[in-house]
C-alpha cells in the first residue's frame, strides 16, 4: 500500500492521494452523503441533514473531474502520439 499521508510536500500528498483512490469511490460518496443527508432531513434532523448533504457536490464534482479526465482527447493524443513513436523506432 502506497504511503499518502507522509510526504515532503502537501503537493504530493494530492497527487498521491488522486492517483490512489479512483473516480468511483468520490461518486458514490457522493451520492451516499446525499441519501444520508436525505434521510436525516426526512427523520427531522435538519441541521445535520443539510451539514452532510453539502458534501455532495464537492464529491460528485471530484468524481466526474477524474471520469473526464482520464477520456481527454488531449491524452489520447499524446498516448496515441507517443505509440507511434515507439512503433517508428522499432
Known sequence: ???TINTNTPDEAVKNINNYY???YFLCAGLGSLAVGSALK???KNQMGSVISK???P???VGLYKTLKNIS???NTEQTNQNVE???KE
Open 1 to 3: 500500500m502506497e504511503n
Open 22 to 24: 479512483p473516480a468511483i
Open 42 to 44: 426526512m427523520f427531522g
Open 55 to 57: 458534501f455532495t457536490m
Open 59 to 61: 464529491l460528485i464534482a
Open 73 to 75: 482527447p488531449t491524452e
Open 86 to 88: 515507439q512503433i517508428e
